[in-house]
């Protein structure tokens, strides 16, 4: 879950800089403190439906922008191949399902 936060508050702020806001700006907004929204940004914590629509409201772009889901599913891609390929090692390591997949992430784009 947090390498999704992570993704999503790298875009939050990639959005936020490019409307020229700055982290109060932003809060202000939204009716956050500042902290809460470099947290967000950060990935140190998760942000409901609710908060993620306002935010996007205020940067003029739409939710999936936001979590550019599209890039993630393109990314998993060849972790799901490589699971269907090798189902057996990946219940012998028994690696928590984020770190295995980051895992495999960073090997196929060393290829």
């Known amino acids: 879950m947090r390498s999704i936060n992570t993704h999503v508050g790298k875009m939050i702020r990639k959005y936020r800089k ?13 009716h956050k403190s500042r902290a809460t929204i470099c947290k967000y ?3 140190d914590i998760s942000m409901d439906i609710e908060t993620l629509y306002e935010i996007s409201q205020v940067l ?3 939710v999936p922008q936001l979590t ?3 890039r993630l599913q393109a990314e998993a891609e060849p972790y799901e191949r490589w699971c269907n390929q090798y189902p057996r090692k990946r219940r012998e390591w028994q ?6 997949y980051l895992f495999r992430i960073r090997e196929w784009k060393k290829q």
């Open 18 to 30: 490019a409307a020229n806001l700055t982290l109060q700006q932003l809060a202000d907004a939204i």
């Open 41 to 43: 940004e950060n990935g």
């Open 60 to 62: 003029q772009v739409s």
């Open 68 to 70: 550019d889901i599209g």
């Open 95 to 100: 690696l928590p399902c984020d770190a295995f």
